[in-house]
């Protein structure tokens, strides 16, 4: 696996182009990207669980799943969401002004949409951008990644490579998202490119366990988008195809460690952000139960801030869980260890060199363990650090 | 309605009297305090749904309701929470010094605690503070009221008083908290106190009343602590009961204002806060679901951190009252207004001075009305903008 991205750039797998260019919309930054698979592709997309769902995702809930799929425009700066009646039109219009340069169907290119939620989208800067934004597709991911940002530092890509029974296949990831991160589906936005050969039920099945496992785990600051989605797409070029149970499981796990690759990456670079913080839920006794005490525990300002100072305050994790509902039966049988190092255990607290702890917590990834002892049932979460930044950044983004 | 603190004293109640002092736990802030009833008092309690809940919760859980109470000890800067079979023998101490003194059982002295979770009680300090803490007391509410705070600013406590058919009756309210704000039955630490002379299920249900209209409608930080609780009071010295419907209506009403008012000062308190922010959710479909809604908002990173930046960036509320499951008939029908301007409404984002919006932000007060249009229920959450200092004061509470 190669993480970009630095001086190496991502190539994407075989059959797939992309770009991004500034339309206007925003200042400085490229603000419209695109993906275009050479051929019609097979794809498969979550989408936020939130109730105002943004027009981009309504549009492609009704369009996906698919097989005739030939490009996803984004763009950034404005999220098409609460936009009424006038925001259905705009998002056809950029979809439909894909399909003209492109020579397809309209209903053959998708749409996404992140940036500030209310505003309508400038749609005349979108659609005058899109012959230069096609003309200019390339082989690498980083132009379409850049083109996505927000808030986010740094653009995210990974590529992968998977051997299977029939041959060599392709996988890349590309990912945005830094605040407004507690996904409760696809996140952010999220884009997995394979040269497989997959079915619509393959592609539907593989990305809801990947992203269950990745991107559902990530939280910055326990807020879930109107945007958020993510997208399988296979076109099929390497003509290999999942044989047998054995490439499937191959295939999943791959595109499982890209997703989890891109999903602490949005952790890494949440808002602000100057730690990763892992958090692992061991033996519990429902899978569920896991997966919620590891993402309140991501998801808590009393954690967060407290690992932002190097602060071994951990009294508030166990705080935490037990407001999440964990068991009285689970809270008296865990031990909870940070940094590897034992702080409590059998209802009481241990006696630990503080200052010692206090300086595993400069450490910029920071791992918090609950051992349960009450189950088979193991969960992963990532989030951050909150800092100042987070605020500064916050109270002053539409402005 | 006379809110403390400031030159004005706040009275408590005839037959209570209340107490603080510094017993050497903390460096120079008192840390320890009481109140007294010269006559045995009926007691209701109210407590954190945490599942970790502190030794004195459980303990208190354990004795009320109650009609022979004498005494609240409360000490500040450790929490006795995680604190296993050594917490329980130190709470009973502290319980129990209070008793010797008073002369009565220790089954008649409530204990309560807020600080620091998963430390020890230095309960030699605060067993020879007991005396001089009995000894000090007095009939103002700031003493006790000053022991009990944490990382707050300022004392909170408020007095009033009720005609009803018998007689006149008085109620005082003290409270604590600033963050680990999000209660999820009493609250933080509060401590009503009146003379009126109730039964045991009177005491209970006006507590729970007007806690679920107060107390349980204010978050900070959406930390639901393992310490919180409130305590209703009635020792019956003024020989007024509650003789008929209008009477209990009467002294609800009392009551409810006097929690109102703490728990907005509360908010206004929250760490690091600047501004308090009250929202009103209007004509939602049931009850939980605005109050739900209501919650939702105050406790929005993104909501909290747009109004302290005075930035107008409402699609933030659309957002998290479509996370929060709001149905999409309400977002449907739906009238968003900030400060008394309506900037949404029939799904259309409306046409708004957004530097005078921004110009009413700068108060000190925001208001935020969402008017669902689909129903008869109506509820109010009290919470406060998120500031840099929020995250200063956390990432340093224990060092």
Request: hydrophobic residues 40%; glycine residues 8%.
């Amino acid at each position: 696996m190669v993480p970009g991205p630095g001086i190496a750039r991502t190539q994407l797998p075989p059959g797939f182009t992309c770009s991004g260019i500034n339309s206007g919309v925003r200042r400085y930054r490229p603000d419209l990207g695109i993906i275009i698979s050479t051929e019609p592709a097979v794809v498969a997309g979550v989408y936020t669980k939130n109730e105002c769902k943004a027009v981009p995702i309504r549009y492609c809930q009704r369009l996906l799943p698919a097989q005739n799929i030939k490009a996803i425009v984004t763009n950034s700066g404005q999220a098409n969401a609460a936009t009424g009646a006038l925001g259905e039109e705009n998002n056809l219009k950029m979809a439909e002004a894909v399909a003209k340069k492109l020579n397809c169907q309209t209903s053959q290119v998708l749409t996404a949409s992140t940036g500030v939620i209310g505003i309508q989208l400038e749609i005349d800067k979108i659609v005058g951008g899109v012959e230069e934004l096609v003309e200019r597709q390339g082989h690498t991911a980083e132009p379409f990644a850049l083109a996505i940002l927000t808030t986010d530092l740094v653009p995210k890509t990974v590529s992968t490579e998977v051997e299977l029974s029939g041959g060599r296949v392709h996988i890349t990831g590309i990912c945005k998202g830094s605040g407004m991160i507690h996904p409760n589906m696809g996140t952010m936005l999220g884009y997995f490119l394979t040269d497989a050969e997959l079915s619509i039920p393959e592609a539907v099945h593989l990305l809801t366990e990947a992203t269950d496992n990745s991107f559902n785990m990530v939280s910055v600051d326990g807020e879930t988008s109107t945007n958020d989605c993510a997208f399988l797409m296979a076109n099929g070029v390497s003509g290999v195809r999942l044989a047998n149970l054995s490439d499937e499981k191959k295939f999943l796990k791959a595109l499982e460690d890209v997703a989890q690759v891109l999903a602490k990456s949005i952790a890494r670079d949440g808002e602000g952000a100057t730690k990763l913080i892992e958090v692992q839920i061991l033996n519990a006794p429902t899978l569920p139960m896991a997966r919620q005490a590891a993402r309140g525990l991501v998801m808590s300002s009393l954690v967060k801030t407290a690992i932002h100072g190097c602060d071994p305050n951990w009294g508030r994790i166990l705080a935490r869980l037990g407001a999440d509902q964990v068991s009285k039966d689970c809270l008296s049988k865990m031990e909870l260890r940070i940094q590897d190092i034992l702080v409590y255990q059998k209802e009481t607290p241990l006696s630990v060199d503080l200052s010692g702890l206090r300086n595993q917590l400069k450490s910029d990834t920071v791992l918090i363990q609950v051992d349960f002892n009450s189950g088979d049932f193991n969960a992963t979460a990532w989030g951050c650090d909150m800092s100042k930044k987070y605020v500064e950044i916050n109270a002053e983004y539409t402005t």
